[in-house]
């Protein structure tokens, strides 16, 4: 699989309860040199993006959590800075991906499972497409 456009060390903040899928997530995306956080609680996540917002350039998380709802995160997390691109995953049906794209904060939805070179393309256009906007 080629490598386009430089992930120039970006940092992915994954999140999503399952051990197995953040661990997972990680593995891809440092594959492709993107520096990775990975968070199981929605709850610490949002704390760590309060703190380092400047720094994170890309929300990669799950839509279904305890105690906090991917999308719930995604809407708390551009409220404090509206510059971040946000990927919603979810293991739902296709009709529920086209309604989380209505939401003007959300950069794109994945389906579980997906193949990596889905992940990496969705990961490079919306961070192509926030740089574009927020330019």
Known sequence: MK???????????IVD????????????????????IGIQDPLKALELFKKEHDSI???????????????????????????????????D???LAEELLQEDFISGVLNKPMMAGELIETIQHAICQTELEFA
Not at 21 to 35: P, Q
Not at 68 to 79: C, E, F, I, T
């Open 17 to 36: 309860d399952e051990s197995a899928i953040v661990g997972l997530l990680n593995d891809i995306l440092r594959a492709f040199e993107y520096a990775t």
């Open 57 to 91: 350039d890309l929300v990669l998380t799950d839509l279904t959590m305890p105690n906090l709802s991917g999308l719930k995160l995604a809407r708390l997390m551009n409220q404090i800075k509206k510059s971040t691109p946000i990927v919603i995953l979810t293991g």
């Open 3 to 13: 490598k386009e456009l430089s992930s120039q060390k970006r940092r992915i903040l």
């Open 93 to 95: 049906s296709e009709t």
